[in-house]
Nanobody, 120 residues
Framework: QVQVEQSGGGLVEPGGSLRLSCSAS????????TGWYRQAPGKQRELVAG???????VYGDFVQGRFTISRDNFGTTMYLQMDNLKPDDTAVYYC??????????????WGQGTQVTVSS
């Protein structure tokens, strides 16, 4: 079983910055995708940023260079640095890990979510 724990988030004024952290532990043999997603009230969950097994990064169109995803070499710890935050960035942010357990089963595990509120 894979456990995921995330931290960070909170209230910030427009133009401010926040850093989200996430870590995975448990029965992990390898990780082939890590990502951050968000869900605003009344909207579908959307990709914020992701890193695949080839260490390629992808960002949602709305990011426009304001956010940076990073992770450690094995992929169990990752971060989302968010700068120049806007009120539209207000949402619950979730981290996600996809990979394989030692007995070669696939896993797709989510963090508990953390609220990010951008408001003056």
């Amino acid at each position: 079983q894979v456990q995921v724990e995330q931290s960070g988030g909170g209230l910030v004024e427009p133009g401010g910055s926040l850093r989200l952290s996430c870590s995975a532990s448990g029965s992990i043999s390898g990780i082939h995708h890590t990502g951050w997603y968000r869900q605003a009230p009344g909207k579908q969950r959307e990709l914020v940023a992701g890193i695949n097994g080839a260490h390629r990064t992808v960002y949602g169109d709305f990011v426009q260079g304001r956010f940076t995803i990073s992770r450690d070499n094995f992929g169990t710890t990752m971060y989302l640095q968010m700068d120049n935050l806007k009120p539209d960035d207000t949402a619950v942010y979730y981290c996600n890990y996809q990979g394989k357990t030692p007995d070669l089963r696939d896993f797709n595990s989510w963090g508990q979510g953390t609220q990010v509120t951008v408001s003056s």
